[in-house]
């Protein structure tokens, strides 16, 4: 079978750092990049996400996101392999259960783009996808549970998934009479908006529930024209479509920059959702802002946009009943 355009798109990432420097007039930073950081977490990331950079500015708030830095390799006391308790709360291979009413299913390991101060560095994915043993453990789990009235699609990027998998998915869920609701949660129509495609688009249409589509932009530039056009196609598709992002030094941490990307994100008809506070996940520190920093850049954000652009500025704590709001 000819392979689609977005996953053509996909398979021309850029994975090597001194070819992404280099695309960027940086080529005296390459020297810099650290083989250990590399091999620990590789770089990967679609072209047309680099052709949203600043050329020539080596801490462009997206080439931040992707390039390995010699910081990730200090070890930070707090920084460690499962901050959020994911390890505990499975009910199933690949089923996370922490939330009244919401079965979360890591459906595959893959994403799009490699994010520095993303968790999936450490989770051990390989085994633990829902997506793995053909959904079935995963569907079982949430059938047999009368109290999951929705299920959310996360991973990895389950959009990185053929749609025809996603469909094999939805397809046992319609036997399922107790869930309501589904929702997707992917950085793909923002990172490989190629993804959105007719298939997709034909999918999401199909689908007996409501469904939500938690996207993931930390930055105003991240959107462009065709991410416009993918997130105006989703909602077209009877989709509403949320953003999530994360608070990371050096990307979006000052008042203007998370004010323009909310404001940039209704522009494509996306609302705020959470701004969270970054997982302390090892490797990750030196993207952290600290509490009292994150409370005071939301209360200026309140004060200066409308209600319904503030997203709620939330923490992630193992055991707790919901994200912790700050
Ligand atoms: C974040 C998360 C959810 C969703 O939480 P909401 O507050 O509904 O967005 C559900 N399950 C798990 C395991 C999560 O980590
Ligand atoms: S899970 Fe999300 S944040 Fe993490 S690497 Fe994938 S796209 Fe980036």
């Known amino acids: 079978m000819q392979p689609r355009g977005w996953q053509q798109a996909w398979r021309a990432s850029v994975r090597d750092p001194r070819e992404l420097l280099r695309l960027l007039g940086l080529d005296a930073e390459a020297a810099a990049v650290p083989e250990a950081a590399i ?15 600043r050329p020539g500015d080596p801490h462009d708030p997206l080439l ?13 006391p707090g920084f460690g392999l499962d901050a959020v308790g994911d390890g505990a709360a499975k009910v199933a291979r690949g089923v996370i259960h922490k939330y009244a009413g919401r079965a979360l299913l890591v459906a595959t390991g ?10 999936r560095r450490h989770f051990p994915y390989a085994e633990e996808t829902a997506a793995a043993g053909g959904w079935a453990a995963a569907v079982a789990a ?4 009368p109290g999951i009235t929705e299920v959310i699609l996360s991973g990895g990027d389950p959009l ?8 094999e998915l939805t397809g046992l869920l319609r036997e399922v009479p107790h869930v309501r609701r589904l929702r997707i949660h992917s950085r793909l129509p923002v990172v ?15 689908l007996p529930w409501p469904v939500a589509v938690v996207v993931h932009a930390n930055h105003a530039h991240e959107f462009d024209a065709p991410v416009d056009a993918a997130m105006a196609a989703l909602r077209d598709a009877g989709a509403s479509v ?25 522009e494509a008809g996306v609302l705020p959702y959470y701004l969270h506070q970054l997982d302390r ?14 409370r005071a850049m939301h209360a200026a954000l309140v004060a200066r946009l409308p209600g319904y652009l503030v997203p709620r500025l939330v923490r992630e704590i193992a055991g707790d009943a919901s994200k912790r709001p700050l």
Request: hydrophobic fraction near 50%; aromatic fraction near 6%; charge should be negative.
């Open 142 to 145: 949430i059938a047999a549970d």
């Open 192 to 206: 490989l908006p190629e993804r959105v495609d007719d298939e997709l688009l034909a999918w999401l249409r199909d």
């Open 64 to 76: 931040r996101q992707v390039l390995p830095l010699a910081d990730e390799l200090r070890t930070v």
């Open 281 to 294: 996940v090892a490797g990750t520190a030196h993207f952290e802002v600290g509490d009292d920093r994150a």
């Open 160 to 167: 990185s998934l053929a749609t025809g998998k996603l469909a």
């Open 39 to 53: 091999s620990a977490f590789a770089l990967r990331v679609p072209r047309g996400f680099v052709a949203r950079m």
């Open 110 to 119: 893959s994403c799009a783009i490699n994010c520095r101060y993303c968790f």
């Open 242 to 266: 949320l953003n999530q992002a994360v608070l990371l030094a050096g990307v979006n941490d000052s008042v203007d920059a998370l004010a323009d990307l909310c404001e940039r994100g209704f």
